[in-house]
């Protein structure tokens, strides 16, 4: 059973860099696609970008020059920085993969992490 | 971006009642349409993909129909556990959008 679990400071000061990461177990990074989310309090859900295992990514325009996903096979993780965080960065991150059934829905999960912006 | 919406945004109902929750795309998606069940505090859970497919383990009281532009998730007998908030979600093409949830309270 593939396991996602995120990592990371809950409180980044505004300005600053927002940095988490996702550690896979149960399975192997390789072959997949792997996502990242964010859900403010109270409020719905926004896709972030995601990442092949081999490098390559996809983000979302609307976050695109403040953000960076990479990823580390050897470790069996990836990670997600959002640059010049503001208050409306405040949400609950999740990183989720991608299936592979060709129909690009998210079939695994982690529990979630709240980062709050705040000084 | 394709816009998802969802209706209604929130509904009451009583144990085994069926309800029907519809989703619309700003554009045609085919048949790259999620549905996801969230409960709070939780991460989304995957229910149903490509329209109609149920993922492994979900009850087959879940039901999902639509095409193009327009889809529902019918959930046939309501059941306590079936508290939570929905979400469609279009794959498509990035950015992956989702519609704004729907509240379902029992």
């Known amino acids: 059973q593939v396991q996602l679990q995120e990592s990371g400071p809950g409180l980044v000061k505004p300005s600053e860099t927002l940095s988490l990461t996702c550690i896979v177990s149960?399975?192997?990074?390789?072959?997949?696609?792997w996502s990242w989310f964010r859900q403010p309090p109270g409020k719905g859900l926004e896709w972030i970008g995601y990442i092949y295992y081999n490098g390559n990514t996809n983000y979302n325009p609307s976050l695109k020059s403040r953000v960076t996903i990479s990823v580390d096979t050897s470790k069996n993780q990836f990670s997600l920085k959002l640059s010049s965080v503001t208050t409306a960065d405040t949400a609950v991150y999740f990183c989720?993969?991608?299936?592979?059934?060709?129909?690009?829905?998210?079939?695994?999960w982690g529990q979630g992490t709240l980062v709050t912006v705040s000084s | 971006d394709i816009q998802m919406t969802q209706s209604p945004s929130s509904l009451s109902a009583s144990v085994g009642d069926g309800v029907t929750i519809t989703c619309r795309a700003s554009q045609s998606i085919g048949s790259y349409l999620n549905w996801y069940q969230q409960k709070p505090g939780k991460a989304p859970k995957l229910l149903i993909y490509?329209?109609?497919h149920l993922q492994s383990g979900v009850p087959s009281r879940l039901s999902g129909s639509g095409s193009g532009t327009d889809f529902t998730l019918t959930i046939s007998s309501l059941q306590p556990e079936d508290s939570a908030t929905y979400y469609c979600q279009q794959s498509y093409s990035t950015p992956y959008t989702f519609g704004q949830g729907t509240k379902v309270e029992i």
């Open positions: 149960g399975g192997s990074i390789s072959s997949h696609y």
């Open positions: 490509a329209i109609s």
């Open positions: 989720a993969r991608r299936d592979t059934s060709g129909w690009w829905s998210f079939d695994y």
